[in-house]
């Protein structure tokens, strides 16, 4: 029982209550309805059930949206009472695919892939042209059974039927053994749970199919051509991640890390630029300069940055182009003053410079000289005076 299981099916009963049938064998009916109940594995996400009841018209009594539990299924079959007059099974086949085999009423859509089956029990012969109505039936998708009880005639049965016939028409000789179907019925929608007995061979995960199954891997995991092994997939496939700078496969997942230079934020998937230019952070002799989540070197003033881009070495202040002085440049270490060329002297702005004034040298005679001259010069000047005022 554990490894069998029916499998899902939206089911509808559709049985005859004509005059034909007495009181006592609709009560057997009914019986027969309970327990093929009880087979069934019934849920609103397993198989639901509707019941319809004929004669010259067509009730239904519960749709499949109604009821998901046995116990009130079997409450609700209690409740059915017979009809009467006439057997108009091709109106009840046509006003099942109208009426209850829609979504409205509780069948499933067709992209669930769940059987629409119908179980017709009847004791008689159609009164209506149920060959093509049951042809469209079984055009639509739908699945028919067909029970006969009695005087019920083989040849409308296998009209209605599907195929193969001897595998969807069953004929019992009264009401009184109606319920030995119940078996074979069971047997029918039993859907072995081939995952269940431990045989299936899959690696990871095992689908029951009905009476198959099919094998399925574990999210991360693809299933091999062998269709029952599985191999992880690449997590850091562009579009299967989530990481903002860098995914790291890791069997199945994966984890995200972030370019040197930053950090993984607190929602493990973004990354923020963290300081490269703090300190142990970087191997710059003098100055880290950061670059948006990296970093150059750089040096002092008066120092120039060496060819592997981290040490400094002092730079010539004199050479040409790096200082003011207007002549003489002199450098002392990391600095340098100004100077003139000889004939010049340094001007108070410490960088320009101007031309000496010099003395020349005067012998003692050419002093006399200058004496007498300057002598003469004041007699001459005296008498011209003296003549002026006489």
Known sequence: DTACKNRPLDLVFIVDSSRSVRPE????????????????????????????????????????RTYFDKASLKEAVSRIEPLSAG?????????????????EMGTRPATFNIPKVVIVVTDGRPQDQVQDVAASA??????????????????SLRIMASEPLDEHVFYVETYGVIEKLTSK?????CAVNMCALGTHGCQQVCVSNGASYFCDCYEGYTLN????????????????HECDQICVSNNGSYVCDCYEGYTLNPDKKTCSAMGMCAPGRHDCAQVCLSNDGSYSCGCYEGYTLNPDKKTCSAADVCAPGR??????????DLFYTCDCHQG????PDRKTCSRAITHSLVTTEESCKCEAIV????????????????
């Open 138 to 155: 079984r055009t639509a998708g739908i699945e028919i059974y067909a029970v006969g009880v009695d005087r019920a005639d083989m040849q």
């Open 323 to 332: 200082h003011n002085c207007e002549q003489v440049c002199v450098r002392d």
């Open 225 to 240: 051509p062998d269709k029952r092994t599985c191999s992880a997939v690449d997590m850091c496939a562009p579009g299967r």
């Open 87 to 103: 057997t108009m099974t091709g109106l009840a086949i046509q006003t099942a695919m109208d009426e209850v085999f829609t979504e």
């Open 344 to 347: 010049y002297t340094l001007n």
């Open 185 to 189: 019925f069971r047997e029918t929608f």
């Open 375 to 390: 002598a003469l010069q004041d007699s001459v000047t005296s008498r011209l005076e003296a003549l002026s005022s006489k």
């Open 25 to 64: 064998e609709f009560e057997k009916v009914k019986i027969f309805l309970s327990e093929m109940i009880d087979t069934l594995d019934v849920g609103e996400r397993t198989t639901r059930v509707a019941v319809m009841n004929y004669a010259s018209t067509v009730k239904v009594e519960f749709p499949l």
